[in-house]
């Protein structure tokens, strides 16, 4: 078992579950069919299916959203170390799969800073007292 940082959103809209009428146990399923068991993975696909469609967007598989979000938050400058933690990978080389490319947005000037002539050396005198 793993843990998560909740974004402050995704706890308003969880703690809007608390005021259904029913399914509010300790032990309930946090997204419950009607009868408050767990929902059908295959229900889940279509209406994520249904969701994409719906949107125009190109096909998606719900992976997809895995690379998002490890996409998304490595990009936030996360510690790539944190982010494996968070997606539960043994080893960072599966992260950075995920991950891509990490925008810092100083890219010009680190650039920039790499190519920059050096400084005239420096000529250090001893001198024999």
Same mark, same amino acid.
């Given at each position: ?5 909740? &974004? ?5 809209? $969880? &703690? !809007?579950? /608390? ?11 946090? +997204? ?6 767990? $929902? ?7 209406? +994520?299916? &249904?969701?994409?469609?719906?949107? !125009?967007?190109?096909? $998606? ?5 895995? =690379?998002? @979000?490890?996409?998304? &938050? ?7 170390? /944190? $982010?494996?933690?968070?997606?539960? =990978? ?7 799969? *995920?991950? =891509? *490319? ?10 920039? !800073?790499? @190519? ?6 420096? /000529? ?5 007292a």
């Open positions: 078992m793993r843990s998560v940082p909740m &974004a402050p959103d995704v706890a308003v809209e $969880l &703690a !809007k579950l /608390e005021k259904r009428e029913q399914f509010t146990g300790r032990d309930d399923f946090v +997204f419950v069919n009607d009868d408050g068991g767990p $929902l059908d993975g295959s229900a889940v696909r279509r209406r +994520f299916v &249904a969701a994409v469609k719906s949107t !125009k967007l190109r096909p $998606l598989r719900f992976h997809d959203l895995r =690379h998002s @979000f490890g996409t998304i &938050a490595a990009n936030a400058s996360l510690s790539t170390r /944190e $982010l494996q933690a968070w997606m539960g =990978h043994a080893d960072a080389r599966t992260t950075a799969r *995920y991950t =891509h *490319y990490r925008e810092r947005g100083d890219e010009a000037a680190r650039l920039a !800073k790499a @190519f920059a002539p050096l400084p005239p050396a420096v /000529e250090v005198v001893t001198v024999n």
